[in-house]
């Protein structure tokens, strides 16, 4: 075999004589170009032939067809930002004809629509398929939106817009499927959001199923039912409130304006009559159901039919009528590509028969390189590109090989085709549910695929591919384990022979060790065999434990069998049964000794807790065993077993009522034997997610009637009388969509990736370090640079060449570009260099061949908080403490117990309560969907460098790499459009790659593009910091009953890593808000970050504000615990009064902070929910049901807005003015889906008075505004809204001469052609900067000797904030015990933001925010290799870094109903036109989630007989949920676990009290 240009050995075709591999092809001639269709149309040979057999699809799409509307999110097919869709012509290969969904021809072939993983999908095996990538679905050009873009425009379904293409394609896959709303509800796991909270995609997503209309119609009652006002559009906007009502003539409208009158008649009657209050008139309510049936009667009717066909017919002719066609005929040829590229490494064979197939895997099987059977490429892709895996050779079966695609059912056996996708197998499954035949086994296959994976890999993913991986966490093996299984493996003895053996292998003895099976390099898995069930007493039931419900692995999973058999009339026993696991050792296993004991047992309660036991042993795992939750996953697998005898129990007692009806079917005598006995409230046990229907959510989003209110401009600069010029037009107040959604929807917005780049672009990596705490000892760039393609590699000596400073970081200046060689290494991914070449696979593999050597480590490596406070490891200058009134009062300052004194204000007859304790909350990953990408382009001799950048801090940029380069600042230009998302993760950790980028691009003097692979943007960028809070705390407990909150100590250490970013002002910011909404008169919190090798944490949407909350939220539940009084009862009590003030001095009236609105909310709120009678449902739900609890939380939030550092509350803008009427407004502020540019050009169409169209934002860019301050800290639209609107009345000032000369019907086109031959200046700078008493806290200013005694303490030191944004929620959960799962069953949210300034935007940073702050306290964990995580090497180095391993929210973790109201009659005349900002505040309403979670909990543990405090630390994952309940399973789980304790010892009680389920903080 020759060696090709790149050394590697390949195939190849140009001389195939010498090949024996062509033996089968040659003989019926092969094809060398894919057929490849893309949105309808074919791809030319000359293009088709540029796609490498070791090439994605999204590469291809993206790189070589330029169609960028496809986004790479993760690159390992877990965030769906990739999915396009894939169409085929195929024959029916499933057990009978049913082909529901598709389009049948006369032939029984149809044409099949799936969505798939562009990122993982090689572009070759879309040969001959049909690719439609979100371009092909519509576009903004022509208003050629498809409906379901239109309908996500509309509902406001984007924000950042970077997972909305995935989004729309993953929709339009399923309505090309006819989807249901059903379907739709159980389909869409295979994408990510981090912007919307899901709840306005799921409407657009289902309001155009085929089924919404009846859907709507069964809802509606209940919607009607609400108390609500004004209703529908799907616009967003209340039609009976529109200002533009008149002149709108959506279909919608219509009808509600005929409504209107016939509601009007009707109110008026019921007011005659008496009755029950009217609907609020003053509020707009658009509720899901609301915006679902109004589409349906906006949809343009005339097309409906065409964009339900558009799938269709955009499928090529062609590709339907093989084989007779052209076409038709090549594709029945195999397909030989072979890569001649400097890429090249791999060939592609497509065989089309199983003797070709199978002659490959003999000639090729056992060669030096081996070849590799690829199908799904899920799991292959994630080795090549992760694990590096390098497979020269691949062979992708065609769908033409019958026997590894058909699904069949025999007289004994249910057959499945090794290669058939899973997503067949669960569909074909799902049909042949009450099929007798195979009920038994369709079922637990269906249910348990319901959750493999997500529906885009389960779209290719195979069996074959799933058994042969031979991962310990599969979820198909343990259940196919169960079933008794047999897999078909054929091979060929010869490649001239020609015939076929098969053997056949129980699945079980298929796996020989951690991820080694019995296959030989020449065998192909054909199919699997199912034996299949009895028709009655034999059940199979499939388990799955996992870290988030859809689209995760399994921690734990298991299919278990059994068969019972009557014994005369006294009980059932158990005559087989086999409890296969996975999670559980290297390979799946069978707990056959358990097994072997229970066969012959009654079967009981009794005999399975014996069970249970026997199974602990067996299972036991290695304290340090990988993946850790050693006792949790001990845990479940025995409550899984629990759960398997209540489950069969149900169908035992289905089973037995059937023969009751008719023995004789049967062959049984009755009577049968008695049930086991199995309490009522036991039965909740039985209910697991697995084989529920997936919940769906629905919600109402209630505000304001939109009115333009003036707020602090009114105090800065009189309006000018040109403003009023065309109100009519007003958007402002309006719940308009995004001003970038369109584009967001069709793939059009532009990111910094999609930017097109010049022809000399050179592509980057980044050589991070893989230890730390051990010194560089010297770095070879040697064997990079022999690489063909690597261009160079640059240290830090180059940066010195040109001059450069190393040192960057955005306060303490103690990070750098490049490590010096001879320097410690602080972190695992600290960057030592980067590589340039000719793309990005190229710069990768140079990177991983530069020789880097490490000296050795000396010292303990301080990774968590716990190591830091031992070691003494802090960043000590910024140690701050905020204190007032006298806490030592209630504790002695020494931990002398004796010496303790009671609080000296205590009246004679009142108690005081204390607690003492701490509180843990995890990091958080950012998890924006675009990672950080820059793309530096030099000129003029690399003197000038211009970076396209994705960050919220262009100015920082811009100095770090004018620094790092040696360049003037004003030769660096950074420009911006938008961002895919950053909640503060691009606020300062987004330089350090723009920095090495730019040197790298001086250096070279060509263009260079860095984007940070998701695992490199997770391992270096930091997140949010993990917090442990040690607090001492009291109330006094008057003689009345009544509890006034008395004291707060709190010592407050955060893990800021191994440099200082923004950690100083993130624990300040916990400071300032640990006091929540509560009144503390004695008050102490002291603050310090810690210094660890984690990577520098950094500002994330809250920035320390929700931990120092949450903190004290914790606080005030085991305070009120103590009290014996129900938290809500402590909170109401405590919420600051006016005239009280916060530790940091800021007193609670109108003229310091504002309306104080906290207790009217939560007056409001909580009587409109109606909690009182809520918690007795509560109550009685959790006495029923012993394995269900339902909890739920209502808690208030104060959320300070401007930056604490005084300089930074200002911004400019830039406002020009053109000649034909309209504006284009730059500013200082950055775009990640916020929409400040919407609000800053409705604050601009207001000011101008001119309608919103008139009004662009383009980007932001340092040389049209410069010295700006990162977006960040909620309050952009505060401070370049005030700019902008600063710039307008400039440029209207100017104007009004003209104005008083052309009279007031003169438009704003007029005006401004006038001025400019009048030669006035249309164009203005604005600025503005909060008012200096306004903002600013310094720490260290003296208390002045004649400071007056009745100001609040600390106020000398200044104010830090400008107003506060307030907020109450409240939400309700249930658990499920045996699990630890969760579901959020209600979340209502009443928000305080002033005049909205567009209620829509700002709603849905409310739910965005909200379901983040879920995640953070839910689901999210951040894992480092520390002493909990021992499993994990090197120590120091973060394990999470893909969505595979860390968990964000997805569509079914939303509320299943999700209300968000603003509140009523509030403004704020401290921001402009008095809205109040909300990025950041909502964010801790998310963790409502949680004590809900922990008072569910608390509802198990007292029903156990515990009513004690326990320490709940965040995140509530399933892991924390599970073993916190502490039910007998959990303890004999750990006590299974510590073995070398002894059972008798104390100490070992005590190890189970205090267990604490693993973290990292
Ligand atoms: C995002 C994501 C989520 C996932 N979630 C889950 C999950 O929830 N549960 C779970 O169990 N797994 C999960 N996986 C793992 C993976 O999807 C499965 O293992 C899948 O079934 C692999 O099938 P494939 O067709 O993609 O295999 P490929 O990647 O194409 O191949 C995998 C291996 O199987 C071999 N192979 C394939 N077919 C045959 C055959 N017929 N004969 C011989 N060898 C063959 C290949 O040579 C290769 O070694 C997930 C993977 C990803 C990327
Ligand atoms: S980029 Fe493909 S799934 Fe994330
Ligand atoms: S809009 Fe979904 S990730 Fe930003």
Known sequence: MPPNKSGLNVLSYENDDDLDLLYSFKKRGYRTTPILYVNGKQISPDLARKARPNQTLLSFLRDVLRLTGSKLGCAEGGCGACTVMISRFEKSNTASSNDEGTNDDNDGGAIKHYAVNACLMPVLAADGCHITTVEGVGSVKDDNLHPIQRAMVDMHGSQCGFCTPGIIV????????????????????????????????????????????????????????????????????????????????????????????????????????????????????????????????????????????????????????????????????????????????????????????????????????GCKIIVGNTEVGIETKFKHAVYPCLIYPSQTIDSLYDITITSTHFRLGACTSLGTVQQECERLIGNANVDRIAKPIYNMLRWFASTQIRNVACLGGNLVTASPISDMNPMLVSMNANLVVASISSISEGSITRRIIPVLDFFCSYRTVDLKPYELVECIDVPLTREIFEYVVPFKQARRREDDISIVTSGMRIILAPKESEHYVIEDMT???????????????????????PFCAQTFKKGGEILREELKLPDDVPGGQAEYRITVASSFLYQFFLTVATELKMDADKIQMDPIKYGISIPLPPLPLVEEEEMSGTQQFVSSKKPSSLGMQTYPTPKVVEGIEKKISPTPATAALQTSSNSLGKPLPHASAPFHCTGEAIYVDDIPTPPSTLHAFLLLATECDVTLKSINKEAALKIPGVVDVYTHDDLVKLGGENAIGPIMHDECVFLPVGEKIVSVGQVLGIVIGNSIEISEIGARSVKVEYGEKQVQTIVSIDDAIKAGSFYEFA?????????????????????????????PRERVVKVEGSFRCGGQEHFYLETNTTLVIPSEAATNLTIYCSTQAPTKTQTYCASSTNTPASKVVVRMKRMGGGFGGKETRSIFASCAAAVAAKLVNKPVKLTLDRNVDMSTTGGRHSFVVEYRASAIATEEGEFKLHSLDAKLFSNAGCAFDLSGPVMDRALFHIDNCYFWPNFRAVGVPCKTVQPPHTAFRGFGGPQGLSACEHVIEHLALACGIHGDVLRRQSLYELGQSTPFGMTFGEQASGKWNVPRMWDELYEKLNISSRREAIDAFNKQNKWKKRGLAFIPTKFGIAFTAKFMNQGGALVHLYTDGTVLVTHGGTEMGQGLHTKVCQIAAHAFGIPLADVYVNDSSTDKVANTIPTAASQSTDLYGMATLDACRQILMRLEPIRQQMGP??????????????????????????????????????????????????????????????????????????????????????????????????????????????????????????????WIRPRGKVFTTGPGTYKIPAFNDVPETFNVSLLEDTENPFAVHSGKAVGEPPFFLGACVFFAIQEAIQAFRVQNGDANYFEMRMPATSERIRMMCADEFVVESIRSQKRDISPDNKALEEVIKKFQPKGSY
């Not at 069964?218 to 906007?237: F, L, S």
């Not at 002695?892 to 009671?902: A, F, I």
């Not at 709603?1403 to 702050?1413: C, D, K, L, P, R």
């Open 879 to 907: 140690r701050h403490t905020l204190e007032r009134g006298d806490v030592d009062s209630v504790f002695c300052s020494s931990d002398n117990k004796e010496e303790e004194k009671e609080p000296l204000s205590m009246q």
């Open 170 to 369: 993953a929709i339009y896959s399923l309505l090309a499927n006819n989807a249901t709303t059903a379907h739709m509800e159980e389909h869409l796991d295979g994408n990510l959001c981090r912007c919307t909270g899901y709840r306005p995609i799921w409407d657009a997503a289902r309001s155009l199923c085929s089924d919404i209309e009846d859907v709507c119609t069964n809802k509606v009652h209940e919607h009607m039912n609400a108390e609500m006002g004004v209703i529908r559009g799907p616009c967003g906007t209340p039609c009976r409130s529109c200002p533009e009502r008149d002149s709108c003539e959506m279909d919608c409208n219509a009808k509600d304006k005929e409504n209107g009158k016939t509601d009007q008649k009707e109110k008026s009657m019921e007011n005659g009559g008496g009755a029950k209050s009217a609907p609020k008139e003053n509020l707009c309510c658009s509720s899901s159901v609301d915006k679902m049936s109004s589409y349906q009667s906006v949809l343009p009717k005339d097309s409906a039919s065409s964009w339900r066909n558009q799938p269709i017919d955009m499928f090529p002719d062609s590709l339907t009528s093989a084989p007779d066609s052209e076409i038709g005929m090549e594709l029945f040829k195999p397909l030989l590509v072979v890569d001649s590229t400097a890429h090249g490494r791999s060939t592609w064979m497509k065989p089309t028969t199983i003797l070709e197939l199978l002659s490959l895997l003999r000639q090729y099987g056992e060669s030096d390189n």
């Open 1305 to 1430: 019907d003169a438009s704003l086109s007029d005006l401004a052609t006038k001025g400019f031959f009048e030669r006035i200046d249309l164009s203005a700078h604005g600025f503005y900067a909060i008012d200096a008493s306004r903002c600013g806290f310094n720490w260290d200013a003296p208390l002045p000797d004649d400071y007056p005694c009745d100001l609040p303490p600390n106020s000398h030191k200044g104010q830090p904030f400008n107003y506060f944004t307030q907020g109450v929620a409240c939400t309700e959960v249930e658990i499920d015990v045996l699990s630890g799962n969760h579901r959020t069953i209600q979340a209502d949210l009443l928000v305080d933001l002033g005049a909205s300034l567009n209620p829509m935007i700002d709603i849905g940073q409310i739910e965005g925010a909200f379901i983040q702050g879920m995640g953070w306290s839910t689901m999210e964990e951040v894992i480092y290799a520390d002493d909990d995580h021992a």
């Open 579 to 601: 409890l296969a696991f996975g999670g559980m050792a290297p390979t799946t296993i069978v707990a056959s000794e358990t097994a072997s004991n229970l066969i012959g047992m």
